[in-house]
């Protein structure tokens, strides 16, 4: 019933700038948030960031001050990867927390080179 879809991943040298977006599709009562995890190959999935309904924004110690989370409409978000790293190197995931559910998007690829 909500489908969350990512675009935006890509090849980037390290240093470079990616913008990774978010689109929640469906009906839906309330969006309580939105977030980005992240998983590498054969590591677990991490949390990236999140923004709140209120517009609060929260993001993990690995990322905070390269990346920003924001909001374009109220299902729609934008993760900006700056400096990116080649430890950033990972599928991104979006979901969108509708009625204390997740819903996951399928992911986009982020990979950067050294």
């Known amino acids: 019933q909500v489908h969350v879809v990512e675009s935006g991943g890509g090849l980037v040298q390290a240093g470079g700038s990616l913008r990774l977006s978010c689109t929640a599709s469906?009906?839906?009562?309330?969006?309580?948030?939105m977030r980005w995890d992240r998983q590498a190959p054969g590591k677990q999935r991490e949390f990236v960031a999140r923004l709140s309904s209120d517009g609060s924004a929260n993001y993990a110690d690995s990322v905070k001050g390269r990346f920003t989370i924001s909001r374009e409409t109220t299902n729609t978000v934008y993760l900006r990867m700056n400096s990116l790293k080649p430890e950033d190197t990972a599928v991104y995931y979006c979901s969108a927390n509708v009625n204390y559910r997740d819903y996951w998007g399928q992911g986009t690829q982020v990979t950067v080179s050294s």
């Open positions: 469906g009906s839906w009562f309330r969006i309580n948030d």
